[in-house]
């Protein structure tokens, strides 16, 4: 399942408000590149939690899954597969 569809156009219009898909590319560090911070992981995650059916846990709320696209869409895949 390909969840860029979803993941790519919520960051673009929540955080960088645009619904230009070359503003943001897929593999760009979001905290680093200050275009998320703590609370906007929050909310990411809130959406993925609705989105998707999902809970994500407290030791999973780390960078390596939340800080790109990428890491973001390989996240997902780990966590519906299980």
């Not at 979001?30 to 998707?52: A, M, P």
Request: glycine share 6%; net charge negative.
């Amino acid at each position: 399942m390909d969840f860029r569809h979803t993941v790519k156009p919520f960051i673009l219009d929540n955080f960088l408000f645009t619904s230009d898909g070359s503003a943001l590319d897929d593999r760009a560090s979001l905290i680093r590149g200050g275009i998320v911070d703590s609370t906007g992981v929050l909310e990411l995650i809130e959406f993925l939690e609705e989105t998707y059916g999902i809970r994500v846990a407290a030791e999973e709320m780390v960078p390596a899954n939340f800080d790109s696209v990428d890491t973001i869409c390989a996240f997902l895949s780990r966590k519906l597969a299980a």
